[in-house]
């Protein structure tokens, strides 16, 4: 969503002269049925041990299978002008609040939010600006499978909107205190929240020993090749071995040994520097590379806490962009920052075991322009032993992704002392290559896509999908520099259109997806093709125009495979359903079909809001999704757009209870009313 505090991803440029596809050779745009004809199931994965990428692309004719128990509801209607102010599910489904921004996550009170919101109290409450999550269901015990009715819910919080957390309207003119900053950094982070049906619903266990508060202050160990490397120690911590906090987890991963994976996406935006101290030492092309600017987006903590205060403490952005691994089960446990798997504004990442236990962890690099990553581990996984696999993350190998026009794709190893990363070009050892992910990926000729977000594996197949939001600099000026010293012009930023971004002001973005060959997660080539291009079938543009088979959609952001091969794909358009999206309406949840590609549309949301982080308990008959912003405007009217939840519409949460009438984000729970998977 695009505000001055959520920008749409734009605050940097990709400087890269890598040639487009097309540039290199022709270009082949697979359509959808020639990908579904060569699609593969799991059969096939065994079927091709050793094949070819060759292979993989003219032998699959095994289509991916259709969701177990298919996809059964009616779908909603799009919420178009005027908005209705609350979520929408199909018949025979009921979703209610379970926890919003402030609700209390111990016995103490929830935060009135006709009040300023106030660090001590942010710290016993649930943060704010929820986005991905994930359900870790409790072990059975002799009763039965209790982790169908209790497990602990861990959800991340992106960002803030200053002005709703200190109620007021001139925040970007009032003096910053430190006040501020630590209320915003414990509004940051993540919530271990313990939940349990009760009563015919879930509700938030209050008090339990497993409720936790990860925020932007919390002490995190720095772990893999960059721990302790000098360009993460600080005057505070000169063995750049523990950083305090973690900033702007948006999408977010879990492991098969119980870990939940916080993503750190647009951290640049946190830190700035006045103007006189830029002017006498002005930006690094590093800096550049990744979004430093005297104001950042507006949240002025460098004005009152220096550790954000780049030229007073340079080094602390590389302490940010990281993928960081939090244990649930264990309340004392420390975060753990895992540089192995590359710095850059990471948007999810999803973990996938082969078949023969070697690990693998896909992400995108949310902004228009930037690459697709995959990390391969060196150690492989032991279903019978979580201790053996604390440290699975600790070491292995990053690549990078070159999707080529004839739907196949190589993975480039980002090694130091390979393919030009070596000193003389910039990278001292491996943890700068990790530091410097993106210059480093620059310099590989990885495919630059547009605004690579969520990452989703499909459960039995192990085919990737990945969802390209938007990008309006794709094709406006096919031009492109090459500056050895990183910087940028305005036309490097706006590549050519190419085989796997076909499109030129790609403003309701597509998903593409991809299968390693032979089934190995940890092969280095690939076949792809794109699942949809999403779009208006009433647009006469034709940039807008998708190849959608059912309800349309644009922007796809969340993504997520339920356990029965159902695709939920979640929407992040900015503003109200207007303009070029009267057709298609406000931000949704659908349900698609990978095998048909048929898609149906399950929810729609409040005014200005994201739909953002979906999960559920592991027999599918409950389900999580989280509600982010809603109401936001860029003027900073919040309330003017939305009151949602407090409106009581999809049940008020306890803290209603005050009156206030202020839009939260929110998770929500979805029950079929019939007791069912949801879905069918």
Not at 305 to 328: H, K, L
Not at 646 to 660: E, F, K, L, Q, Y
Request: glycine share 12%.
């Amino acid at each position: 969503m695009s505000s001055p505090f959520h920008p749409d991803n734009d605050a940097t440029i990709n400087p890269s002269s890598n040639p487009s596809i097309n540039a290199l050779i022709e270009q082949r745009k697979l359509s959808r049925r020639g990908f579904l004809k060569g699609s593969f199931g799991a059969t096939a994965i065994a079927a091709f041990g050793g094949s070819t990428v060759a292979d993989s692309l003219t032998n699959l004719a095994q289509a991916a299978p259709s969701p177990i128990g298919g996809i059964g509801f009616s779908p909603v209607a799009a919420n178009i002008a005027p908005m209705t102010d609350a979520i929408t599910v199909p018949p025979g489904y009921t979703a209610r609040v379970l926890i919003a921004w402030g609700d209390s996550l111990t016995q103490a009170a929830n935060w009135d939010p006709a009040t300023p919101m106030t660090e001590a109290v942010q710290l016993h409450t649930y943060g704010a600006h929820t986005d991905g999550m994930h359900y870790f269901p409790f072990p059975a015990s002799g009763a039965g499978p209790l982790g169908n009715s209790r497990g602990l819910l861990v959800a991340n919080h992106e960002y803030v909107d200053p002005g709703l957390v200190h109620s007021t309207t001139t925040y970007g003119s009032d003096a910053i205190t430190a006040d501020h900053v630590n209320t915003q950094l414990a509004a940051h982070g993540v919530s271990v929240v313990e939940v349990q049906e009760r009563n015919g619903g879930f509700e938030v266990r209050r008090g339990s020993g497993f409720n936790r508060r990860i925020t932007g202050k919390t002490p995190c160990e720095v772990s893999g090749p960059a721990a302790g490397h000098p360009l993460l120690r600080t005057a505070a911590d000169p063995s750049g071995m523990r950083v305090l906090g973690t900033l702007n987890n948006c999408a977010n991963g879990y492991t098969p040994w119980g870990t939940y994976l916080a993503c750190e996406e647009n951290f640049n935006g946190y830190f700035g520097a006045r103007a006189d101290a830029l002017a006498a030492q002005p930006l690094t092309a590093h800096e550049r590379r990744y979004g430093m600017a005297a104001g950042g987006f507006g949240y002025r903590w460098h004005e009152a806490d220096p550790r954000f205060d780049i030229r007073a403490t340079p080094n602390e952005p590389n302490r940010f962009g990281w993928v960081v691994e939090i244990d649930p089960w264990n309340k004392n446990s420390t975060p753990v920052k895992r540089t192995a798997l590359g710095r850059f504004k990471h948007e999810s990442a999803g973990v996938v075991v082969g078949a023969d236990n070697k690990v693998a962890v896909y992400m995108g690099d949310d902004e228009r322009n930037e690459y697709v990553y995959k990390f391969v581990s060196a150690q492989r996984f032991d279903p019978r032993n979580r201790n053996k696999n604390r440290d699975i993350l600790e070491n292995g190998t990053l690549y990078v992704a070159r999707f080529d026009a004839n739907g196949t794709g190589t993975w480039l190893p980002l090694v130091w002392g390979q393919n030009g990363l070596t000193a003389e070009n910039g990278f001292a050892d491996q943890g700068e290559v990790l530091v410097k992910a993106r210059q480093a990926a620059d310099r590989l000729g990885a495919t630059m896509m547009d605004r690579p977000e969520w990452v989703a594996v499909h459960p039995t197949t192990r085919e990737v999908y990945l969802t390209l939001t938007n990008n309006n600099r794709r094709g406006t000026n096919p031009a492109s520099s090459n500056k050895a010293d990183g910087t940028t012009t305005a036309a490097s930023a706006r590549p050519p259109v190419d085989a796997a971004n076909p499109r030129a002001d790609n403003r309701y973005g597509h998903i593409i997806r991809w299968r390693e060959t032979g089934g190995d997660v940890a092969a280095t080539t690939f076949a792809w093709d794109i699942f949809a291009e999403c779009g208006d079938r009433l647009s006469t543009k034709a940039n807008l125009q998708g190849n959608i088979n059912g309800d349309d959609y644009g922007a796809p952001d969340g993504l997520w495979f339920d356990q029965d091969g159902r695709l939920w794909i979640q929407t992040d358009q900015a503003g109200d359903a207007q303009g070029d999206w009267a057709n298609i309406g406000g931000n949704v949840m659908m349900c698609a079909d990978p095998a048909s590609g048929e898609t149906r549309r399950f929810l729609t949301s409040p005014r200005h809001c994201e739909v953002t982080g979906v999960t559920a308990t592991p027999d599918g008959r409950t389900m999580f999704v989280g509600i982010q912003h809603p109401g936001e405007d860029w003027s900073g009217s919040f309330t003017a757009n939305s009151t949602w939840p407090d409106s009581g519409v999809n049940g008020p949460t306890t803290a209603s209870a005050a009156g206030a009438a202020k839009p939260r984000s929110a998770v929500v729970v979805i029950t079929k009313d019939d007791g069912g998977v949801i879905g069918t």
